[in-house]
Structures are given as structure tokens and as C-alpha cells.
């Protein structure tokens, strides 16, 4: 794939700059666009309230901990929305706790992510999820051709 379009779903300023210095350093052609709530996510993948123009996302990084709509009910409602589902969505966030990483999985997060606390850890995390998904997996072509 040329170019992969991540949706970032963080409302951290602080770690919304440490993913955009990840992909920035790191040699794909990634394109991050960012939210900072659930009502904003889905917004943007539906194309509604301000987000008409917005890309369809071949990747979403999701985080849990949001305001309006939590992380979990983001990915419950993307998960039921057929147009959506078959988004990859990368739950990247700071808990590890089981019923959080349970959680996820049962509503078909692709992976469940810890954020390290170490910036050089952080970026490599953020690094290996876009080498993984920008070009190991194959990703839907969802209306693009592949290049």
C-alpha cells in the first residue's frame, strides 16, 4: 500500500505529538489525522458533523480513555456498523489491566496496545504498529486500488 491513512483517537496532546513524531521519523507514507473524542471519532468514519471530507482510515489507533464516548463504546459501535467493521482498530492505550485487554478483544479490537510510559518505548511501539499495518498486513482496499 502507498499510503496509509491512520485515524489517531487521543485526546493527550502530549501523546498525540509523540504518534506524530513516530510517523514522522519513520519511513512510510503515513498520513495521521487525529480526534479527540468517541463522538469525533465516529464522526469523522462516518463522514457527518464537520467531517464530510475526511479519508476513510485504513487503520484506526484508539484509544480507551475519552471524553464523550469512551474507547470501548467507540469500538462496540464500529464493530456493529457494517460499513465500518472491517476498519483494523488498534486499541493503544495506558491501562494493561486484564479486563481492559479482555474487553477489547471481545469486541474485536485487531490488538490491544500498552502505551509505555518512556518516550523511546513509545515510539518504537507506534513505529511497529505502522510498519505492521502500512507494510506487513494486508489492508482492505475499501474503494482504492492497490498500488
Same mark, same amino acid.
Given at each position: @500500500?502507498?499510503?496509509?491513512d491512520i485515524l489517531?483517537v #487521543?485526546d493527550?496532546?502530549?501523546?498525540?505529538? @509523540?504518534?506524530?513524531e513516530?510517523?514522522e521519523a519513520?519511513?512510510t507514507?503515513?498520513?495521521?489525522?487525529?480526534?479527540?473524542?468517541?463522538e469525533? /471519532?465516529l464522526?469523522?468514519?462516518?463522514? #457527518?458533523a464537520?467531517?464530510a471530507?475526511?479519508?476513510?482510515?485504513d487503520l484506526?489507533?484508539? *484509544?480507551?480513555?475519552?471524553?464523550r !464516548?469512551?474507547?470501548? $463504546?467507540v469500538l462496540a459501535e464500529?464493530?456493529?456498523?457494517? /460499513?465500518l467493521r472491517t476498519?483494523?482498530?488498534?486499541?493503544l492505550?495506558?491501562?494493561?489491566? $486484564?479486563?481492559?485487554?479482555m474487553?477489547?478483544?471481545?469486541l474485536?479490537?485487531n490488538a490491544?496496545?500498552?502505551k509505555p510510559?518512556d518516550y $523511546?518505548?513509545?515510539?518504537? !511501539?507506534?513505529?511497529a504498529i505502522?510498519e505492521?499495518f502500512?507494510?506487513?498486513?494486508?489492508?482492505?482496499?475499501?474503494?482504492?486500488?492497490r *498500488?
Open positions: @500500500m502507498s499510503k496509509v489517531l #487521543e493527550d496532546p502530549g501523546d498525540v505529538l @509523540m504518534t506524530r513516530a510517523l519513520h519511513a507514507a503515513s498520513t495521521l489525522h487525529v480526534v479527540g473524542d468517541g469525533a /471519532a464522526a469523522f468514519l462516518r463522514n #457527518e464537520g467531517f471530507e475526511a479519508p476513510r482510515p484506526v489507533l484508539l *484509544d480507551l480513555n475519552l471524553p !464516548k469512551d474507547g470501548h $463504546e464500529v464493530r456493529g456498523d457494517e /460499513a476498519i483494523p482498530v488498534v486499541v492505550t495506558t491501562s494493561s489491566a $486484564e479486563e481492559d485487554v474487553r477489547s478483544y471481545a474485536n479490537a490491544h496496545v500498552t510510559r $523511546e518505548a513509545f515510539i518504537s !511501539k507506534v513505529q505502522d505492521f502500512g507494510k506487513v498486513a494486508n489492508l482492505p482496499l475499501q474503494g482504492r486500488s *498500488d
